[in-house]
């Protein structure tokens, strides 16, 4: 079985500064999906980014990009320039490689974005 | 386009009554997804459809749950006699079948509070 940790119940940032979570993740698998959702107090689930593990080049979307180390099993999410309605909770997620499998997902990190 | 639509938005009834979840996910998408989210246990998938069809549904904590998906466009999940500890808020999600590591898009959630 998966299992995806993040040790970072919560984080806080100024704005127009960076920010990284931190997600690890276990597992035997050898190809599989990653991805960050965000889930703002509105309680949306909202993807972030998305990162296939058989590719070595890093996912970015505009601000936020993530640092994929496959060997270290770690998928960490830098966050750039940030902004108020950045202010969420972080959740890191794992995908086995198989058509329309479920998420596992991490405990969570609660970001604050301060003025 | 229409995003993953559940409802009620919110849900308060009283120990032992029947509840009712409704889901009608994105036009096109053949899988479905229902999550639940606790403070206790974080997110955790209850069952998944693909093609209308369940798939595993080993997250489906006993058997007064149980869903069904009668077409493409709507799915149930219901909980008969409802605890206390069913409260949570429960997702919808719904992802294309066709490619693997097909990101998941959530609807809004019920928060589902059990008197």
Redesign the interface.
């Known amino acids: 079985a998966q299992t995806v940790t993040q040790s970072q119940p919560e984080m806080s940032v100024q704005e127009a500064e960076t920010v990284t979570l931190s997600c690890t993740y276990d597992t035997s698998e050898n190809n ?2 990653l ?1 960050w ?1 965000k889930q703002p107090p ?6 972030v980014i ?1 990162q ?1 593990a058989y590719k070595q080049q890093n996912a970015t979307e505009n601000r936020f990009s993530v640092n994929f180390q496959k060997a270290a099993k770690s998928f960490s999410l830098k966050i750039s320039d940030s902004q108020l309605g950045d202010t969420a909770m972080y ?1 890191c997620a794992f ?1 086995k ?7 596992t ?4 990190t609660r970001l604050q974005v301060t003025l | 386009d229409a995003g993953v639509i559940q409802s009620p938005r919110h849900e308060v009834t009283e120990m032992g009554q029947e509840v009712t979840l409704r889901c009608k996910p994105i036009s096109g998408h ?2 479905l ?1 229902w ?1 639940r989210q606790t403070m206790m246990r ?4 209850l069952i ?1 459809f ?1 093609n209308n069809v369940p ?2 549904d080993s997250g489906m904590p006993e058997d007064r749950f149980s869903a069904k998906m009668p077409n493409a466009s709507f799915s149930t999940l219901k909980i008969q006699p409802s605890e206390p500890r069913d409260s949570a ?1 429960y ?1 919808c ?1 719904s ?1 294309l ?1 066709a ?8 609807g ?2 019920t ?1 589902l509070s059990i008197l």
């Open positions: 599989y999906y991805f959702y509105s309680r949306q689930m909202i993807l998305r296939e959740f995908m490689q198989a058509t329309a499998s479920k998420l997902f991490g405990t969570g | 053949n899988s997804f999550y974080g997110l955790e998938l998944y693909n798939i595993d808020v997702f999600a992802s079948w490619g693997e590591g097909q990101p998941q898009h959530f809004d959630g928060r």
